[in-house]
C-alpha cells in the first residue's frame, strides 16, 4: 500500500509539473498569467464536480460545512493563486525544470519547518538526522539542475 502512495504522489508531481507548462502557455499567449490561473481555477472546478460526482461517496452533509472555519474555505484559493501565478509567470522566462526545482525547494524548506511545528494543523514531524541529509541531498540535486 505504502509503495502505490508513492507511485501516486509521484504521478501528483508530474500532473502538477504538466498542468503548469500548459497554463504558463496559456499565460502567455493571453500574456496575463492571473487570466490563466482563472481558467485554470474554473475548469478545476467543472473537472473536479464531475469527478465528485462519479467517484464520490454520498454528499457533503451540512453539519460538516458549517462546522468547518470560513477561512479554510479561502485560504488555499488564494495560496493557489498567488503561487500557480507565480509559476505561469516565470516558467516562460527560466524554463519548467528550473522553476519547478526551485518550487520544490520551497515546497521542501515549508514542509520541514511546517511539519517540524505542526503548522497548518498537520502533524508534527521532527527533524531528524535522515530527513536533514535527505533534505541537504535534495537541495544538492536542485542547485546541480540550475546551475549550467
Request: aromatic fraction near 12%; glycine fraction near 12%.
Given at each position: 500500500?505504502?509503495?502505490?502512495?508513492?507511485?501516486?504522489?509521484?504521478?501528483?508531481?508530474?500532473?502538477?509539473?504538466?498542468?503548469?507548462?500548459?497554463?504558463?502557455?496559456?499565460?502567455?499567449?493571453?500574456?496575463q498569467p492571473i487570466a490563466a490561473v482563472i481558467a485554470s481555477s474554473l475548469s478545476s472546478v467543472i473537472f473536479g464536480f464531475?469527478?465528485?460526482?462519479?467517484?464520490?461517496?454520498?454528499?457533503?452533509?451540512?453539519?460538516?460545512?458549517?462546522?468547518?472555519?470560513?477561512?479554510?474555505?479561502?485560504?488555499?484559493?488564494?495560496?493557489?493563486?498567488?503561487?500557480?501565478?507565480?509559476?505561469?509567470?516565470?516558467?516562460?522566462?527560466?524554463?519548467?525544470?528550473?522553476?519547478?526545482?526551485?518550487?520544490?525547494?520551497?515546497?521542501?524548506?515549508?514542509?520541514?519547518?511546517?511539519?517540524?511545528?505542526?503548522?497548518?494543523?498537520?502533524?508534527?514531524?521532527?527533524?531528524?538526522?535522515?530527513?536533514l541529509i535527505g533534505t541537504i541531498a535534495m537541495l544538492i540535486g536542485i542547485i546541480l539542475i540550475n546551475i549550467k
Amino acid at each position: 500500500m505504502k509503495f502505490l502512495l508513492y507511485i501516486l504522489a509521484l504521478t501528483g508531481g508530474v500532473f502538477l509539473a504538466v498542468q503548469a507548462g500548459f497554463n504558463s502557455q496559456l499565460g502567455g499567449i493571453l500574456k496575463q498569467p492571473i487570466a490563466a490561473v482563472i481558467a485554470s481555477s474554473l475548469s478545476s472546478v467543472i473537472f473536479g464536480f464531475i469527478i465528485l460526482l462519479l467517484l464520490g461517496k454520498g454528499s457533503i452533509q451540512p453539519i460538516t460545512t458549517t462546522s468547518v472555519p470560513w477561512y479554510l474555505w479561502f485560504m488555499g484559493g488564494l495560496f493557489s493563486v498567488i503561487g500557480i501565478s507565480i509559476y505561469f509567470y516565470a516558467i516562460p522566462k527560466m524554463g519548467i525544470s528550473k522553476m519547478i526545482a526551485l518550487g520544490l525547494c520551497g515546497q521542501l524548506i515549508f514542509s520541514l519547518i511546517a511539519g517540524k511545528y505542526g503548522w497548518l494543523n498537520l502533524p508534527v514531524e521532527p527533524i531528524t538526522t535522515k530527513r536533514l541529509i535527505g533534505t541537504i541531498a535534495m537541495l544538492i540535486g536542485i542547485i546541480l539542475i540550475n546551475i549550467k
